[in-house]
């Protein structure tokens, strides 16, 4: 280890740095301190003089001359030079063109090279040597930030420890008291935007007795042009707001006096009010430059070079009429929800003013009436990888208001664990389907829903689809059919989907002899999977709710979450027919039931390396009337998984304390699904960045799923109250990823810490793994690999 050193080879009189810390901080979080140290320790493993990254870019060093590739460079240049010239000569010379373009790329990788190094190089990081100018601008900017949080007294040094070849910086600050804002005044000649900001005033950043805080400053200026800009103020921007502090040092406190200046191009800010709308869909080519088709719907002027669009589908999309003040937010909404049609390829929206009138341009470019899209790729089922071949045809404005047509297809090959004892094998799926979009609610609602809730992008989806599955086992297909709405409110932090009628016959035209054997031991078992392999018509009204707080997903956000909520109800309309209930005698099955899912989801980051995540999910399902307790296969809750309790392979996990079958090894075979009724998860995850494009994550899982009632075949399913708490099953574990920002590539290792199958007492089975079987027993450690976070 001595050899990989990180301190290995550092010249005489400098130091790598190793740690960072504060001391002092009181009142002011040390988290926001942290991302204004300049320079920055390298990752190292805990209590090992070892940094991954750092040994990466040695390795790539040994491979890099910085003169070589410098004198490539010059060479690659002057190659560039002499092709450009000969394009000047001969500008429609494509094998030229090609040859510029290789070189432009050419030079920009060796600039790249020269930068940042070779590709090695570039993957980890050199060792952060202490840097004593970088050091002292630190101070300056905690300094700096300290002032600007109203600790205009603050004072900040550093001290720094050495050992061997090793540094270590301590910033040590003295907060002192902080300066509290007294009294906030407003000064403007205007009357109207006085009386705006005082109706107003409860909306301010700013309040008296808070700390004075810079960055209320900003945030309210932005507010006030906001709110100006949103009462017709059409001119008028935060160039005009001045802010003028007067601090006394005596009480320590800050007076803020708000100026609102006068324009230099009229004596005052004007109101402006939209005086007309014209709106025009520009042809995609001159072909049609001599057409134009001219109309009025809403007080709006259409001019398009064609007949083949809906003025009041467009109307629908625009929010701001003639006669009102101009409003920035409505324009900005409108310009978004006429891009959500999917109809143009740009959508811009000016004004022209004549002393306060203004009149709005909304300019558009139609898109490429058809599109198709192939996508060549490997899903990830069951942690085995398989090829997939997907296409999708769209036809826009189908029926010319505004409609999309698509056709979407897709082959592929699936891993799969075989329930025979076949080993692995691929199994074979394709899926077709056809789609209409339309961009509006259709029935039951009224035409004039059109214009009312055009501002939350409504769409409905009427679905035919076929899907077929060839497993050496079985072979199943199914027709399914769907109505459904969308929409979501004016921030999409709500979207909202409403499945008015989701309908499938499912049958199963042929299954293998041991297959059929299989089915019946398992549902001796009380595994109800054989029921799913009779014909049948499954349908089903639902709804789902996404509400996404702080853009969950894009993880370089602050803190943010997201919560979705999921209701159901199955077989309802045989509630008014007379059908039999399913028996041993069924042929044919039909089902009822309800469902109920929610699934909440938390992101923290810590810094720019480090976040933590964690997933809390509860779903409950419950058959009744026709079903004679049994639920459609695809309707269960199943527990473990790459995205679930890693710990335990996909699907295979309880219910409650249910225990297996042995194997002949005498281990646990986990070789069938596991069927529940309701499931409870829970994930907590801590993800930091190693070096370059590789992330490591620690992770905790818990959770199990259970049945409502008792069940004979599974004793220890069913859910109760007194025990179910000790059948929580817990999983431990450490991950790869690879984030390539597009793609992120995972690989966790899980094992399993509390297996609530086993006996009460001897749950406990995370010390069985040691140093001669690190992984534990034979079953206990679980390898997950997929694509993007588990959440």
């Known amino acids: 280890m001595v050899a990989c050193s990180i301190t290995k080879n550092i010249p005489d009189g400098e130091y790598v740095l190793f740690e960072n810390e504060t001391k002092g901080l009181d009142q002011v979080n040390n988290e926001d301190i942290v991302p204004l140290f300049i320079q920055e320790p390298n990752t190292r493993i805990p209590l090992l003089n070892y940094s991954l990254g750092v040994n990466i870019y040695r390795f790539g060093q040994k491979f890099y001359d910085s003169s070589k590739v410098a004198n490539k460079l010059s060479l690659t240049k002057e190659k560039l030079d002499s092709i450009g010239t000969l394009r000047g000569e001969n500008p429609d010379n494509r094998k030229l063109q090609k040859k510029q373009d290789k070189l432009e790329t050419k030079v920009k990788s060796l600039e790249k090279k020269i930068e940042f190094g070779n590709f090695l190089m570039r993957t980890g990081n050199p060792a952060t040597i202490l840097d004593s100018t970088d050091t002292k601008n630190t101070v300056t900017e905690i300094r700096n930030y300290l002032y600007n949080r109203g600790y205009m007294d603050a004072s900040v040094d550093f001290e720094v420890a050495t050992k061997k070849k090793k540094a270590f910086v301590t910033y040590l600050i003295k907060e002192n008291k902080p300066y509290i804002v007294d009294s906030i005044y407003v000064r403007s000649d205007n009357e109207e935007i006085l009386d705006l900001l005082k109706r107003t005033a409860s909306e301010s950043e700013l309040k008296k007795n808070q700390n004075y805080d810079q960055d209320n400053i900003v945030a309210e200026r932005n507010r ?67 057409q134009k088709i001219q109309g009025d719907f809403r007080n709006i002027d259409f001019s398009f070079y064609r007949d083949r669009y809906s003025q009041k589908i467009f109307a629908s999309r625009v ?30 929206i000016s004004f022209d003013t004549v002393g306060t009138s203004l009149t709005a341009k909304i300019l558009t470019q139609p898109n490429q009436k058809y599109q198709l899209t192939n996508q060549l790729g490997l899903s990830i089922t069951e942690q085995l990888p398989g090829p997939f071949f997907s296409a999708s045809l769209r036809n826009r404005n189908f029926f010319r208001a505004g409609e999309i047509l698509e056709f979407n297809f897709r082959a592929g090959l699936e891993g799969v664990a075989s329930a025979t004892d076949q080993g692995v094998y691929q199994s074979r799926e394709l899926g077709t ?87 019946s031991d398992l549902a001796d078992q009380g595994n109800n999977l054989i029921w799913s392999f009779l014909p049948s018509i499954v349908s089903s009204v639902s709804g789902q709710t996404i509400i996404n707080f702080n853009k969950y997903g894009n993880f370089e956000t602050n803190r943010a979450s997201l919560l979705k909520l999921f209701a159901e109800s199955g077989g309802t309309s045989l509630n008014f027919l007379n059908e039999p209930s399913n028996d041993e005698t069924t042929d ?13 989801r938390r992101y923290f980051p810590i810094d720019k390396k480090q976040t933590l995540a964690y997933r809390l999910n509860f779903g409950i399902a419950q058959p009744y009337g026709l079903s004679s307790g049994i639920l459609p296969y695809e309707k269960y809750f199943f527990a473990g998984g790459g995205t679930s309790i890693r710990a335990w392979q996909a699907r295979r996990l309880g219910p409650g304390s249910n225990t297996p079958p042995l194997n002949e090894e005498g281990y646990f075979d986990y070789r069938f699904e596991q069927p529940a009724e309701m499931i409870i998860e829970s994930m907590l995850e801590y993800r930091r960045n190693l070096i370059g494009y590789f992330d490591m994550a620690l992770f905790i899982d818990a959770g199990n799923s259970w049945n409502i009632g008792v069940e004979a075949s599974r004793p220890g399913s069913d859910f109760r109250y007194d025990r179910f708490y000790k059948e929580i099953a817990v999983g431990t574990g450490i991950g790869l990823r690879m984030d390539f920002d597009f793609l992120i590539i995972r690989l966790d290792m899980a094992t399993k810490a509390i297996d609530p199958a086993r006996p009460e007492g001897e749950r406990w089975i995370l010390n069985k793994l040691s140093f001669k079987r690190p992984l534990g027993e034979k079953g206990q450690t679980v390898f997950n690999f997929g694509i993007g976070y588990p959440f």
């Open 588 to 600: 044919f099955a039909r089902f009822q039931w309800l469902k109920f899912q929610a699934d909440f």
């Open 224 to 290: 006030v042009e906001e709110l100006l800009k949103n009462n017709g103020f059409y001119m008028f921007s935060k160039s005009f707001i001045e802010y003028n502090v007067f601090q006394d040092t005596s009480k320590k406190s800050m007076v803020i006096e708000e100026v609102i200046r006068k324009p230099t191009f009229t004596e005052k800010h004007e109101v402006y009010t939209i005086d007309s709308i014209y709106f025009r869909v520009n042809p995609p080519s001159n072909d049609f430059i001599d």
């Open 319 to 348: 929010f701001f009429n003639t006669g009102n003040k101009y409003n920035r937010t409505e324009v900005l909404e409108s310009q978004r929800q006429l891009n959500n049609l999917d109809l143009f390829r740009f959508v811009n």
């Open 433 to 519: 389907s056809a789609s209409i979009i339309f961009p509006r609610f259709l029935i039951p609602f009224s035409p004039r829903s059109l214009e009312k809730y055009g501002r939350y992008n409504p769409n409905t989806r009427t679905l035919v689809g076929y899907n077929y599955t060839n497993r050496p086992e079985y072979t199943r297909a199914g027709i399914n059919g769907l109505l459904s709405y969308t929409w979501a409110t004016r921030s999409n932090r709500q979207q909202f989907t409403f499945n008015l009628l989701d309908i499938n016959y499912i049958r199963t035209p042929k299954i293998t002899e041991e297959f059929y054997q299989v089915l």
